[in-house]
C-alpha cells in the first residue's frame, strides 16, 4: 500500500461489480424504446430503432407533465423552507442552549426521529383532510416541519462551534438579532446548507408514502405516486412502464450526473455529523 | 437589548415547537389515545382498554408481519454492511476511475425506492426465467417472487441493492480518516491483509461501524415502498411487513384503532432494538 502503484485487481473488481448497478438501468433505457414486440427476443440486445413513441404515449396516458410538475414544485418550496427556517429554528436553540426551556426543545426535536411514520400515520391523514390539507402545500408544510427533527440535530451542532465573537462584533455595529443570523450566521452555515437543501430535495423528490396516504386528488400526484397508481393499466406493456419510469427518474439522475461531487460530499457531512 | 434578543429568540422558538407538536407529537397521542378504543376510522367509539394490544399477539398476520420484517432487516442489515465495507475498501485503495466508480455506486441512492423496486420486479419476473431458460439454468427459470417461500429473498436483494450507496459512503469517511502510515508500520511488522483489517482498519472505523448498523436496521424494519412494488405482500401474506400490514389495515380494512394499537407496539421495538444495538455496539467499540 505504500508505493503509488494502481491497484488492478481491486479496479478491475470494482469496474465489473458496476455491471451490478448499471445492468438494471441498462434494461430499464433499452426497453423503454423497444416495442412488445422485440420483448420476445433477446432482452439484452440494442432497440431496432430508437423511436420516441413509446415516450410520448406513456406522456400522454399518466399526464407526465403535470406530475412533473407537481414534483418540481413540492421539491423546490421543500427545500427553500427547510434550509431558511430549520436553519433560524436551530439557531435560537444553539444560541439558548444553557436554558431548560430550550434544551427541552432540542432533545424534543431530535428524539423525534425514533418515532417510526406509521404511528403518525392514521391519524395524520385524518387531521390533514379535516383541514384541507390534503394537497400539495399540505405536503410542503408536513415535509418541513418533519425535517426540524434531523435538521436541528445537524445544524445545531454546526452553530455551536461558530465563535461568538463574530456575531459581537455585528451587534456592536447595530445588527439585530435578526440581522446577525441572516448577515453574518446564515452565510456561514453555507457548508451545512448545501447539505441539508441536497437530503432534503432527495427525500422530497424521492418519498412514496406520504403522498400516497395524504394525497386524494388524483391531479397531485407526485412522479413516484403516478408510477404507482398507472401499475396496474402498464402491467401488459412493459415498454410504456419503463418509459414512464426512465423519464422520472431522469430529473434526478440528471442533477446527480453534473452534481455528484457535492451531492456525495453533502450526503456524507450529514451523515457523520 | 437583552430583553429584546430573547423575545426574537422566543418569536422563533414557539411557531417551531407549535407546529411541530400539531403536525407531529398531536397525531402521535392521538394514535395512543384510539389505540384504547374499538375505533373503525369514522363513526361511533368507545373504550376497550388493552383489548388491541392483546389481540395483535394473538393475531397470526401481525405476527407473521413481526416474523417477516425482523428476518428481513436483519439479514438485510448484515449483507448491506458487508457488501459496503468490502466496495469502500476498494474504493479507498489506489484505483484508477476512483471519481468515476465511486459515483457509479452511489447512484443507487438518489433514484426512488419504488420505480427501483418496479424495475426489479420486472427483472425477476422475465428478465432472470428468461436467462434460466436460455442457459439452462433450473434454478432461475422461476420467478422468485410467486414463489411463497423464496419472495423475501428478492426484497433483499434489491434492499440489498439499493442501500449498500448510502453505507459505502458513510464507510468511505470513515476510511480516509487512518493515516497511511498505520499500515505501512504493519506491514514492516509483516502483518497480512487479514490482520492489518482486524487489527487497523476495523477499530478505527468502529464508530462508522455502529452508525451503519443502527442506520440501516431502522430503515430495513420500516421497510414499505420495496414491497409494495416486487410482491405487494404475497404471495399471500408472506412478504407483508409491519409498515404495510398498518397501511392495509388502517386505511383499508377498518381497523384504525387496532392497527394503532400495533403502531406503538411497533414503535416501542424499534426504540428498543436501537437501544440495545446502540449500546451493545458501542460497548464493542470501547473494548477494541
Known amino acids: ?273 | 437589548m437583552m430583553n429584546k434578543k430573547n423575545y426574537v429568540y422566543m418569536i422563533i422558538a414557539i411557531p417551531a415547537f407549535i407546529l411541530f407538536f400539531i403536525f407531529h407529537t398531536y397525531p402521535a397521542l392521538q394514535g395512543i389515545f384510539y389505540s384504547f378504543t374499538d375505533w373503525k376510522g369514522y363513526g361511533d367509539w368507545s373504550f376497550v382498554g388493552l383489548k388491541n394490544y392483546l389481540n395483535v399477539f394473538k393475531d397470526e398476520r401481525a405476527l407473521d408481519a413481526y416474523g417477516f420484517t425482523f428476518k428481513f432487516a436483519v439479514i438485510s442489515t448484515i449483507l448491506v454492511n458487508i457488501f459496503s465495507l468490502l466496495i469502500a475498501m476498494g474504493l479507498n485503495a489506489k484505483i484508477k476511475f476512483h471519481k468515476t466508480l465511486r459515483a457509479i455506486y452511489f447512484l443507487p441512492y438518489i433514484l426512488s425506492i419504488l420505480i427501483v423496486g418496479f424495475i426489479f420486479n420486472f427483472i425477476f419476473t422475465h428478465f432472470l426465467p428468461g436467462i434460466g431458460e436460455s442457459l439452462g439454468i433450473e434454478f432461475l427459470t422461476k420467478n422468485i417472487l410467486g414463489d411463497q417461500k423464496l419472495a423475501w429473498l428478492g426484497i433483499v436483494l434489491v434492499a440489498v441493492w439499493q442501500s449498500v450507496a448510502f453505507n459505502t459512503i458513510l464507510y468511505l469517511a470513515g476510511l480516509v480518516t487512518i493515516p497511511e502510515d498505520l499500515y505501512e508500520a504493519a506491514s514492516i511488522d509483516g502483518a497480512g491483509i487479514w490482520r492489518k483489517f482486524w487489527n487497523i482498519t476495523f477499530p478505527l472505523i468502529a464508530p462508522f461501524f455502529t452508525i451503519n448498523m443502527v442506520l440501516a436496521m431502522k430503515n430495513f424494519l420500516m421497510v414499505f415502498d420495496q414491497i409494495v412494488a416486487l410482491t405487494g405482500g404475497g404471495p399471500g401474506t408472506s412478504t407483508e411487513s409491519i409498515s404495510l400490514l398498518i397501511y392495509r389495515g388502517g386505511f383499508e380494512g377498518g381497523e384504525f384503532a387496532y392497527q394503532s394499537a400495533n403502531a406503538v407496539i411497533y414503535f416501542i421495538v424499534i426504540v428498543v432494538i436501537s437501544i440495545i444495538q446502540l449500546k451493545f455496539l458501542e460497548k464493542r467499540e470501547a473494548e477494541s
Open chain 1, 1 to 273: 500500500m505504500s508505493n503509488k502503484r494502481t491497484n488492478w485487481p481491486v479496479t478491475t473488481l470494482l469496474i465489473v461489480g458496476t455491471l451490478l448497478i448499471l445492468l438494471p438501468l441498462y434494461l430499464t433505457i433499452t426497453i423503454a424504446f423497444k416495442t412488445p414486440q422485440e420483448m420476445a427476443g433477446n432482452l439484452l440486445a440494442l432497440p431496432k430503432s430508437w423511436s420516441l413513441d413509446n415516450f410520448t404515449q406513456a406522456i400522454e396516458m399518466t399526464n407526465f407533465f403535470n406530475a412533473l410538475g407537481n414534483s418540481v414544485f413540492v421539491t423546490i418550496f421543500v427545500v427553500i423552507f427547510t434550509v431558511l427556517t430549520n436553519s433560524l429554528v436551530a439557531y435560537a436553540i444553539a444560541r439558548n442552549m444553557h436554558k431548560k426551556a430550550y434544551k427541552f426543545l432540542f432533545y424534543y426535536f431530535v428524539s423525534a426521529m425514533f418515532i417510526p411514520f406509521p404511528i403518525i400515520m392514521l391519524p395524520i391523514v385524518k387531521q390533514t383532510a379535516a383541514w384541507g390539507m390534503d394537497n400539495l402545500v399540505g405536503l410542503i408544510i408536513l415535509y418541513v416541519v418533519f425535517n426540524l427533527s434531523f435538521n436541528t440535530f445537524i445544524y445545531v451542532g454546526y452553530i455551536r462551534s461558530i465563535p461568538k465573537e463574530l456575531e459581537e462584533a455585528a451587534v456592536i455595529d447595530g445588527a439585530s438579532t435578526w440581522g446577525v443570523f441572516w448577515r453574518v450566521i446564515f452565510p456561514l452555515l453555507a457548508p451545512m446548507n448545501a447539505t441539508v437543501a441536497i437530503i432534503t430535495c432527495l427525500g422530497a423528490w424521492n418519498d412514496f408514502m406520504l403522498p400516497l396516504v395524504m394525497l386524494s386528488d388524483r391531479d397531485m400526484a407526485t412522479l413516484p405516486l403516478v408510477q404507482y397508481i398507472f401499475q396496474s393499466q402498464f402491467s401488459t406493456n412493459y415498454n410504456l412502464a419503463f418509459a414512464s419510469y426512465i423519464m422520472a427518474l431522469a430529473p434526478m439522475i440528471i442533477v446527480y450526473i453534473f452534481a455528484q461531487k457535492w451531492i456525495i460530499s453533502g450526503v456524507m457531512k450529514g451523515s457523520i455529523k
